[in-house]
């Protein structure tokens, strides 16, 4: 008979295995349940005359295992320690003794992984069984290796039994945990540990379990399986205690984590606590750690353990494309600037050096409270000056603006701000002061597998910015949309298609009274590749203005050619219109082209991207476009 071993965390649990599984003459005991634990006989350390070295190519390797599916014999072999061992340049006779006996246990627990729990384990060095060999008179080598595995018959629960659960606890179970499904460790783990979840769901976050009766009949190749769960007590959240160095005030890491405390316990909001205070930016390392006791008033605390990032970020970027020339971009970032995980960035920009225009630039300013209205809400102050020098405009403009931040889950953000904008431009209509006071409302759903390098899943963002003229300016509002889908056309995601479209409308204003600013143009890397950027908008007596809407759907087929090299064809068609919807007359044009992408670790693939316009009168003829991370 096999004892099975509990593991900790299964108090007063048994096992019986009703038939004696042969390990030819040497005997396990192994644990099935949460774990598997095994007690091996101790082997003394050798005579130093033991440790013989022996090529590797003296070694006769058998390994047999007949009646196991090549899937499993790959898993027993990567499992297998003499496997390794047998591979160096000159393994000693210790060694391969030492890892002859830690495979008994390797391999008997694949097996029981596998639902496998009557098998036959035989390793013979020499001609002789491991485990009858004395380790204090070794030869002084071995010359053959003999491993032969035999499974038995997969076995199948008999009894599955998993209480007490609550009453909406059942379905939450693995399916997997049944009479007649194949039995493995595996279920048996998921089964216990999906049912502690659900009590811990329930309120009770000290469930465990608390018993286990696992019982194999290998005549009938069934396991019968028991396991009583232990609930606990219904807690709520008590305080949260800080722990580690952090210069962030301990009022504020409560602020920011929003434990709820006073209400019903459940791991979720434990985690969304943890998770706010990961996004603050602050935290290099965070960690919540629930009380070992349980408090008064049936309450749990908390402790948070935190680690600083450093204060200080500085960072460069770089885009290069054939029309516009060179973009460098840095940013430099003081976190906890008044020890509230405050985050202070400034931002500046330089474009066109090398281009066709004068340089652009762009200076901006933007500091961000944490929890500033709630856990979620983070309130904002933004302060940019932007100098723009496009083919067919040049503006100077600068905004204030305040404004709120809101994370509702991990894929919907929403945003909120207003704010005052002062515009000097220079366009078809003339020389034009703008100034308004406005207001803007974003909200964002990302399912993306990736930000930089998606391959499924989707994105949309639609934003609302009514705007009010002053000193006799038009008013109305500007709309936009910009929605994206990768699916992949394989199931190794080698081939992924990718789309983007992207809508927009002004409500309000007469052409000739809308800011560039605000209206819209077509071309470049960010709507149609092959054609300059914004070289496309509404013709003007002899001049371009900026359009009412705009239209923009670019359509990707990425093939990865290599582990980090893919290559893309791509098509892009841009249209842009005076009136405040696009119509059969709408200005267009569209572009054509190949791109290579290599991939770098944790940044997304270097991009580069060759395109050709197909039509919307343009002789620019091949532009290119170096960046990181995929076009869209």
Known sequence: MIRVLPKSGFRGSSCHIKQKVLFRTWCIAVGIGLGLSAATSGAAQSQTDAKQEQPAALLNWEFAAPEISEDLRGRLLQASALNTTRRQPSPGAQDILAAALADYRSFVQVLYDAGYFGPSVTIRLNGREAATINPLTLPERFSNIDVQIKSGAQFTFGQARLAPLPEAGAD?????????????????RDAAAAGVTVWRK???????????????????ATLNADIQLQPGPLLTFGELRIAGKSDVRPDAIKRI???PSGAQ???????????RLRRSGA?????????????????????????????????????????????????????NLFGGAERLRIEALVGGIGGASDLDGRLSLRLDRPATFGPDDNLF?????????????????????????????????????????????????????????????????????????????????????????????????????????????????????????????????????????LGFFSGGAGSVRGHEFQSLGVPVGGDTAGGRSFLSLATELRAKVGERISLVGFYDIGLVDSSSLIGSGSA?????????????????????????????????????????????
Not at 265 to 275: K, R
Not at 494 to 517: D, H, K, M, N, Y
Not at 606 to 631: K, M, N, S
């Open 283 to 335: 935290f290099s390392a965070v960690v919540l750690r629930e009380a070992e006791t349980i408090g008064p008033s049936q309450t749990l605390n908390i402790t948070a353990d935190v680690e600083d990032l450093p204060k200080r970020r500085l960072t460069f970027g770089a885009e290069l494309n054939s029309s516009d020339g060179i973009e460098l971009s840095t940013s430099w970032m003081h976190r």
């Open 202 to 220: 329930a309120g009770h976050a000290k469930a465990a379990v608390s018993n286990q009766r696992i019982t194999a009949q290998h005549r009938a």
């Open 381 to 517: 102050y933004l302060a940019e000056f932007e100098r723009l020098d496009e083919e067919h405009y040049s503006a100077t403009q600068g905004v204030l603006s305040v404004g709120v931040r809101r994370i509702y889950s991990d894929e919907l953000i929403g945003e909120a701000s207003v704010g005052f904008a002062n515009v000097l431009a220079n366009d078809a209509f003339g020389r034009r002061r703008f100034q308004f006071a406005l207001a803007r409302v974003r909200a964002e759903h990302d399912k993306r597998d990736s930000v930089v390098n998606a391959t499924s899943g989707h994105f949309l963002a639609l934003q609302a910015q009514p705007f009010i003229g002053i000193d006799g300016g038009a008013s109305g509002v500007q709309l936009q949309a910009d929605g994206r889908i990768y699916r992949r056309l394989d199931t190794d995601g080698r081939f992924v298609f990718a789309s983007r479209l992207q809508i927009g409308s002004v409500v309000g204003p007469s052409l000739s009274e809308l800011s560039p600013t």
């Open 172 to 188: 939450q179970i693995p399916e997997g945990f049944r009479t007649g499904a194949p039995a493995t460790t595996g279920i048996l």
């Open 588 to 632: 267009s044009q569209s572009g054509v082209g190949l791109g290579l992408r290599y991939d770098l670790a944790g940044i997304g693939p270097l991009r580069l991207d060759l395109a050709l316009p197909v039509d919307g009168g343009t002789e620019d003829g091949l532009q290119f476009y170096i960046g990181i991370g995929q076009a869209f």
């Open 265 to 275: 316990f459940h791991p979720a909001d434990l985690a969304a606590s943890a998770e």
């Open 257 to 259: 984590a929003g434990l």
